[in-house]
């Protein structure tokens, strides 16, 4: 296969690896900064440049798309998409596992476990809002955060309602989740390929911190996953509509539930703590998968 990966930094871990692996099962992997390509909107005849030329011939595209490049990567992700190249993950997927809200909607829609999650755009129905989500502790979450910058505990209710104050005076989108205490710090992530969980791990924040997130110095360790644990991951993936992704879960009393499915996951923190070779798993699953004009969406929507 001939494959592309959107990605702006071609040293990180990830990037490396699953260029190692391309190249290991005899593919080649370009990687193209996402931000340096330049599109040809025309009609029936969708192009993508880089760097003066015409990127062509491609069977595989692997979007790593920054949370911070969201709308240009996506649309990018879909001039390759309307020409009939294999995506790891849709551009649709993608747009949808950015945006917490929806997320959670879709998940919902599938019954698929969640923290008790409310959402108000007008401040004058936070003690509403609160209430429904179980009064304080609350968490509060910025809408198209990530690494759990933007993720806030806030203890009392009058914490909780100056916090929501502070983010809509700044014109932020928030959404208020149910505290699961009993999690202890730690959650769950359970990477699934190709509708299976081919790896897990239990991440614990670093002391201190409610928030189990790597890159805010959490550490992470193998576990197995009850059968429970497994299906709601696999059903997340399906409902969110992602070949690859992390399902980030969290032990509650009453079952698993879901905080989060990532559509780019980081493999560091996961191939280090299993031993597993993960970027090879998603090369073969596209292997398997990459045929021309497979995409569902075609870049709609
Ligand atoms: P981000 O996209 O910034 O990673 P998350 O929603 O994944 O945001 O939250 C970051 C971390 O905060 C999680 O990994 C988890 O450890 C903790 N956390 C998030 N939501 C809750 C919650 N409702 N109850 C307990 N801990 C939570
Ligand atoms: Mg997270």
């Keep these: 296969m ?81 020409q009939g190249v294999f995506p790891l993950n849709e551009s649709v997927a993608i747009g949808r596992s950015r945006d917490k809200l929806r997320s959670m909607q879709l998940l919902a829609r599938d019954g698929i476990g969640l923290p008790v999650t409310t959402f108000a755009h007008d401040p004058k129905q936070t003690e509403e809002v609160l209430e429904l989500a179980g009064g304080a502790p609350v968490v509060i979450k910025l809408l198209e955060g990530t690494q759990g910058i933007g993720v806030v505990l806030a203890d009392t209710k009058r914490s909780a309602k100056s916090v929501v104050e502070a983010f809509r005076g700044a014109g932020v989108n928030i959404l208020l989740q149910e505290f699961i205490k009993e999690a202890g710090g730690t959650d769950i992530r359970a990477i699934v390929v190709g509708g299976r969980v081919v790896a897990s791990m239990m991440r614990t924040g670093a002391q201190g911190d409610f928030r189990s997130n790597l890159h805010r110095g959490g550490s992470a360790e193998v576990i197995k996953l009850s059968p429970e644990e497994r299906s709601t991951a696999v059903r997340a993936a399906k409902a969110m509509g992602l070949n690859v992704c992390g399902v980030d879960m969290l032990r509650a009393n009453h079952g698993p539930v879901v905080m989060e499915v990532n559509s780019s996951p980081g493999l560091e923190g996961v191939e280090k703590a299993t031993g597993l070779d993960i970027a090879g798993k998603v090369i073969a699953y596209m292997e398997k998968h990459a045929k021309p004009n497979a995409t569902k969406t075609k870049g709609k929507g």
């Design 2 to 82: 001939k494959i592309a990966m959107l990605a702006r930094n071609p040293n990180l871990y990830t990037h490396k690896r699953l260029k190692e692996a391309a190249e290991e099962r005899g593919h080649t992997l370009d990687i193209i900064n996402t931000l340096r390509c330049y599109m040809n909107i025309a009609s029936r005849r969708p192009e993508v440049y880089y760097n003066g030329e015409k990127l062509v011939g491609y069977d595989a595209v692997i979007p790593r798309i920054g949370a911070s490049i969201t709308f240009y990567g996506m649309a990018v992700l879909r001039q390759f998409e309307m």
